[in-house]
């Protein structure tokens, strides 16, 4: 067969050639009728003959790594559908009150009550047996038929310990000959000033035992075994028992608090404290003090008796005086009018400064209750927002308002309580030499025995990254550190990225490595399956001047992935508000920091960064860090400074005590 081309020459193909000869002579048949059109035509054949011959010709491998790439794309794509969430905030449950039976504790061994013999001797061979009187029941033996019936709601660790301690101790407490005792009395009047220590005094009423002669007495039969108690009796026994168990909750208060906070949400990681309330009951049995007893379990350091001190003081401050208040969502300009400008007025007339007052002195005379807005008293407000660092514009908004009018009085009042509760979270002995990062002061300090605290400005997570409240030990200074990027930030930061980029992990100073260690470029990496937990992979930023890190970190290994660090980015530290990172708590000065908590010198930490070197040095001793959370807590000059909710956890702990208020009611009723 001849195949005319239009050309000089001609292609001949016979049928009973090779099939590999045919085929050949095909591909070389069309190839020259493509060439040939082409050639021809000079038009846009030219494309389509160059697809046409890359489709014949490019290889099968080719074909299918350009497909691969392709899908790698879309799973790229695809990957960053996937986020990690925050932390979960609860709705509170607080603890359950349960029926308290101690029907267990009413039935006497009868076998040390019956009387018994004993063989004493012979006479004239002859054993005498003698008689052993039984021995004498107490008054709280006696009325332990009583307990059968008596029953009443308590958490369930009080309920246990009432069990176990009368079971060691069978005797009355808090009454004696039947009369309420000199413990009794001292109990009920530290159960009733509970609020002095931020506690609700309702939690630990107790019926009062009538004196017995003002008591109907009356007798009362046993379930069983045809005992008689006596109505007096069982009124002594039922008082005892409420007693201790509202004794016994107040020591649980005390100790732990009335909150538990990993029940608020994933950022609190605060182990509950184990509380040994038949000890709190032997103590009270065999000491005279019980009032002091009773206020030893509150936390003992100088920073709780000042939150308790300034407490008292703002309680009396505010029944004497009357809060100057601006309602929320007041918003004025200048030539409106509101009823709140006397409010206004009154406010820079108790809280300006006397440069201010005598500045504005002709304003404030001529005012006498008007609700004009007018521009006078803007022009004062100016004054009084230039001093307080807000734009002068006369606005009077949330933020003129609360510089204008401060915190009230309330407001500071139920800081200081909720920052009594949260002392109860933390050790009773918080030590010595210990480091305490307070999130809303955004501060750190190191303390050591009698030496001058060291404290520095810190920044801590944004409100999308909050920081954990939770408590560890600090280990570990690691000098020019690599940054281990943490599962949440690969997944919502990195992945997007790497969708646009594929290699720009790599050329952004990161290396990436397979769960074995084995290093890998990020563009060969399927993140969509590590987004979706199929594959792991290890993140990490090489150290070096661009380093999230900075030249030096403080490790206390925690599940949080929460340590104290450096930064490059030191302009944040001239920031008021400094909630800025992903979670980690960065130190304006982490070289005093590092020294500090190794004992060296700053000198020293210096010398072991110019190294240039990734390297370890081990804390020696103990060495907690407290990674809190207090919008009112003592200066290190011992003044009660009072901060911004920044992550709104007053909120959610004003609510879980209201629960608990209103769960502790229902079991009462």
Not at 50 to 68: A, G, H
Request: glycine share 6%; hydrophobic share 40%; aromatic share 8%.
């Amino acid at each position: 067969m001849t195949v005319s081309t239009n050309l000089p020459f001609s292609i001949s193909c016979k049928p009973n050639r090779a099939t590999g000869r045919r085929r050949a002579s095909v591909a070389a048949l069309l190839m020259m009728s493509v060439f040939s059109g082409a050639f021809l035509t000079g038009s846009a054949t030219d494309a389509s003959a160059q697809n046409f011959l890359q489709r014949i010709f490019t290889p099968k491998e080719k074909r299918l790594q350009e497909v691969q790439a392709k899908q790698e794309a879309e799973q790229r794509k695809k990957a960053t559908s996937y986020k990690v969430a925050p932390p979960k905030i609860y709705t509170y449950k607080p603890d359950v009150w349960k029926t308290v039976s101690l029907a267990s504790l009413a039935k006497l061994n009868t076998a040390a009550v019956q009387p018994t013999t004993e063989t004493s001797g012979t006479d004239g061979g002859t054993s005498v047996a003698t008689e052993i009187p039984a021995p004498v029941l107490t008054e709280f033996d006696k009325a332990r038929p009583a307990l059968k019936s008596l029953s009443f709601k308590a958490l369930p660790e009080v309920g246990e310990a009432l069990e176990a301690y009368y079971r060691e101790h069978p005797d009355y407490i808090w009454a004696t000959d039947g009369e309420l005792n000199s413990k009794a009395l001292a109990a009920i009047e530290v159960l009733g000033a509970a609020d002095e220590f931020a506690l609700d005094p309702k939690d630990y009423v107790v019926g009062m035992l009538k004196p017995a002669a003002q008591a109907q007495v009356a007798n009362v039969e046993a379930v069983d075994d045809s005992e008689i108690v006596d109505a007096r009796a069982a009124a002594v026994m039922a008082f005892e028992m409420e007693l201790s168990a509202a004794v016994l909750t107040y020591v649980l208060d005390a100790k732990r608090g009335r909150v538990d906070p990993n029940r608020l949400s994933e950022y609190h990681d605060l182990p509950r404290h184990d509380v040994d309330l038949v000890a709190a009951l032997r103590a009270i049995q065999s000491g005279g003090d019980v009032a002091g007893i009773l206020e030893g379990q509150h936390p003992q350091d100088g920073n709780f008796a000042k939150l308790k001190a300034r407490l008292a003081e703002l309680r009396a401050e505010d029944e004497a005086e009357d809060p100057i208040v601006i309602a929320p969502g007041t918003f004025l300009k200048e030539g409106r009018t509101s009823p709140e400008v006397k409010n206004i007025v009154a406010a820079i007339r108790k809280n300006g400064s006397a440069e201010l007052k005598e500045k504005h002195a002709e304003t404030l005379a001529a005012y006498a209750g008007e609700e004009d807005y007018n521009t006078a008293i803007s022009a004062m407000v100016r004054s009084y927002q230039k001093e307080h660092g807000l734009a002068p514009d006369g606005i009077v908004g949330k933020n003129t308002i609360r510089a204008l009018v401060g915190e009230t009085n309330a407001a500071k009042i139920a800081k200081l309580e909720l920052a009594m509760e949260r002392r109860r979270w933390l050790p009773e002995d918080l030590g010595e030499r210990r480091v305490f990062i307070n999130q809303p002061a955004f501060m750190a300090t190191y303390y050591e025995g009698q030496s001058e605290p060291l404290s520095m400005r810190v920044v801590v997570g944004k409100k999308s990254n909050q920081t954990n409240f939770f408590y560890d030990n600090i280990e570990i200074v690691e000098y020019n550190p690599y940054w281990g990027v943490p599962y949440s930030i690969i997944v919502n930061e990195m992945i997007p990225k790497l969708a646009r980029d594929p290699s720009y992990l790599d050329r952004s100073g990161y290396e990436v490595s397979t769960a074995s260690g084995k290093r890998v470029s990020s563009s060969s990496v399927n993140w969509y399956a590590v987004a979706s937990k199929q594959q792991s992979v290890n993140v990490r930023q090489r150290p070096g001047s661009a380093n999230a890190l900075g030249e030096v970190k403080i490790l206390f290994p925690n599940k949080h992935h929460i340590y104290m660090h450096d930064t490059p980015a030191k302009s944040l530290f001239n920031k008021d508000s400094r909630a800025f990172s992903h979670g980690c708590v960065r130190l304006h000065d982490p070289k005093a920091m590092a020294a500090a908590v190794l004992g060296k010198s700053k000198d020293y930490v210096s010398g072991q960064i110019a190294r240039g070197k990734n390297q370890q040095e081990r804390v020696q001793g103990n060495l907690p860090v407290y990674v809190s959370y207090f919008t009112a807590w003592p200066s290190d000059a011992g003044e009660i400074e009072f901060f911004d909710d920044v992550y709104d956890r007053d909120r959610h702990l004003l609510k879980a005590l209201e629960m608990t208020d209103e769960s502790r009611a229902a079991a009462r009723s």
